[in-house]
């Protein structure tokens, strides 16, 4: 593209903005209709009439001395959250997560008191208990619970139990119990079945979980990706149903779960088994486009094994709290694979890398941009050999240059040709084209890795640094008054940083990268758009992974400036002048295995070459 063609371009889209935002036509509102007024009386309000006593009574069959009651409420806590219980179910009611808040909590005020993010709570989640008896289902979370408990702090070391009893006729019972240690995100819960065998069938008991996932990040967006993740018990396979921020995933498991999450960004709820494990489930995640307070809809229907019950194998744990590798990768199986640490083939890079540097790096910086800029610098130096090498192999092709650029001249536009003199002068001097492209590749999955990590790290939530309030999450500068498709309506500076220092370390390694023939790709052009397309897919990603980037091409052409002073071109091309002195002798400089191999594909398309002109001779003479 030359100078016409960029300003051409630049020109079209100026014009296309410029259209969209001052010209094109507004969709004015459609104003309702009014209605004529017929009466000025108000409308009655419905009353709603909750169920008498015996209604209630009747409903829970054989549970009826429990079906009504007086809910009573108790409190443990530890540093980490804040559980409240309600005899009414013997269950969880709320939980807070005491070190934690929203985002839109975090934002509002610059300097005030926390407001605990809630996590679980009655009024999105929807939880019931149904124990299949011979007069039909009794949901458990319906009926009232006797405690003795009561409300306390839970001391570090410590834990504290709280117990709700259903006592029944004849020794019957259903029990309760929920232990809390005094630190962490775990709690315990037992549920025993004692004497029940004449009242239920032999079913599985339903244990039914729905929450309307509540935004607790910026992006309403990657909000929505909320969904439910699970552990197959058979040979602990993980999987889950898939982040989409639209429509409706579901699965139907018939096969024992060991536990199944629903995950919220950089939140998790779990229900986890210690014994007898989840027998099957049906799972459905369904995101409400239209609805900005609950945003997705998550449902997970199991079924446990009632025998278990009874036998008090009835042993569970709920999880509520951060998705953080840390914290979660031992509290169950395969438990740590709720955070998307990477792709499966660069996870050793993010495992054992990455993690164990960021949390060695977090003793040493309280600032998370210090933090990133000391990860890129031992990252880089880490790299520098492989930077290295790469720069050397192009210094020979650049020495190379003017025999490459004569071998063009003499042969002209025929690419194969071109190519088969190319690789004929290579072998010649002992240079593979291949040696500059290895190091490179070889830095790709440390790129790749970060782009994984960075978006599910929870490292970086709601830790500002410069303008950027939230570095797990977009930088917004700037709100158009329009939205550019796979762009959005907000400018990020720190993704423009990155797309400039990108164009610059391309700009750079250009003026030091020989003119390429023979190719169906410009890469020096490519150095130029890549980032310009890079620039619209991370706009909305977080600023700290935009950060990470910019200041790795700030660090990369730091390093190249400086191994470009180390590095004597001269002495590489009389290194690689007695290479072709010694090949040509038969001995001396040792062929790479690529070299041989591109030696004897060099023989065999002669040979071939050979075959067919003698065969054209052939087919002229009859």
Wanted: glycine letters at 6%; a positive charge.
């Amino acid at each position: 593209m030359d100078k016409n063609q960029i300003t051409g371009l630049v020109l079209i889209m100026a014009m296309l903005l410029g259209y969209q935002f001052f010209f094109a036509p507004k969709i004015e509102p459609v104003k309702p209709q009014q209605k004529p007024k017929t009466s000025q009386v108000a409308p009655t309000p419905q009353k709603i009439v909750a169920p008498d006593s015996n209604t209630v009574k009747a409903s829970a069959g054989d549970f009826a001395s429990a079906a009504v009651g007086t809910a009573k409420e108790v409190v443990l806590e530890n540093k980490d959250i804040k559980v409240t219980f309600t005899s009414q179910g013997g269950r969880v009611k709320q939980v807070l997560l005491k070190n934690y808040e929203t985002y839109e909590s975090f934002n509002t005020f610059a300097v005030r008191p926390k407001v605990p993010l809630v996590i679980f709570d009655e009024e999105f989640d929807k939880v019931s208990l149904e124990l299949p008896t011979t007069k039909g289902n009794v949901d458990l979370n319906k009926l009232y619970f006797n405690t003795t408990s009561t409300s306390g702090v839970v001391a570090e070391g410590k834990t504290e139990k709280v117990v709700f009893n259903l006592q029944l006729a004849n020794g019957q019972s259903v029990e309760q119990t929920y232990t809390l240690a005094g630190s962490g995100f775990l709690l315990d819960n037992d549920l025993k079945l004692t004497g029940l065998d004449g009242i239920l069938k032999n079913e599985s008991v339903k244990l039914n979980w729905l929450e309307n996932v509540r935004p607790t990040e910026k992006d309403l967006t990657e909000n929505r990706k909320a969904t439910v993740n699970y552990l197959l018990n058979d040979g602990e396979n993980f999987d889950q149903l898939s982040e989409v921020p639209t429509g409706s995933e579901d699965a139907k498991l018939d096969q024992p779960l060991k536990w199944v999450a629903f995950k919220k960004k950089y939140f998790l709820s779990s229900f986890i088994t210690k014994n007898d494990p989840i027998q099957k489930a049906a799972i459905v995640a369904t995101a409400n486009e239209q609805d900005s307070v609950n945003i997705k809809t998550l449902r997970a229907n199991m079924d446990l094994n009632l025998a278990g019950l009874k036998t008090g194998k009835g042993n569970f744990q709920w999880y509520f709290g951060p998705n953080d590798y840390n914290i979660i990768k031992d509290v169950a199986p395969g438990f740590g694979k709720n955070v998307k640490l990477s792709y499966d083939i660069f996870l050793p890079i993010t495992r054992y890398v990455f993690v164990p540097l960021f949390n060695v790096l977090e003793k040493v910086f309280s600032n998370y941009g210090l933090l990133i800029i000391a990860l890129v610098l031992i990252i880089k130096f880490a790299l520098l050999p492989l930077t290295y090498k790469s720069y050397v192999s192009m210094a020979k092709m650049r020495i190379l240059q003017p025999e490459l650029n004569a071998i063009k001249e003499k042969i002209g536009d025929d690419p194969a040709k071109q190519q088969q003199a190319q690789m004929k002068l290579y072998g010649e001097v002992g240079v593979s084209p291949l040696s500059g492209c290895v190091p490179v590749l070889a830095t790709m999955p440390v790129l790749m890795a970060v782009f994984m990590l960075f978006p599910n790290l929870i490292n970086l939530r709601q830790q500002s640094f410069l303008w950027a309030n939230d570095l797990s999450t977009f930088d917004s500068i700037a709100t158009l008054p329009f939205s550019i498709p796979l762009y959005g309506n907000h400018v990020s500076l720190f993704t423009l940083l990155m797309t400039i220092s990108s164009i610059a370390y391309g700009y750079y390694n250009n003026q030091n990268t020989p003119d390429q023939t023979g190719q169906p790709i410009d890469m020096k052009k490519m150095a130029y758009i890549t980032p310009v397309i890079f620039m619209f897919v991370m706009n909305s990603l977080p600023a700290g992974m935009s950060f990470y980037y910019f200041i790795s091409n700030i660090v990369t052409i730091g390093q190249q400036i400086g191994i470009r002073k180390f590095v004597d071109e001269d002495k590489i091309k009389a290194v690689l002048d007695e290479n072709r002195k010694k090949i040509a002798a038969g001995g001396g400089a040792k062929k790479s295995r690529f070299s041989e191999y591109i030696s004897k594909q060099m023989k065999a398309v002669e040979e071939a070459q050979k075959v067919q002109e003698a065969d054209k001779s052939k087919k002229k003479k009859k």
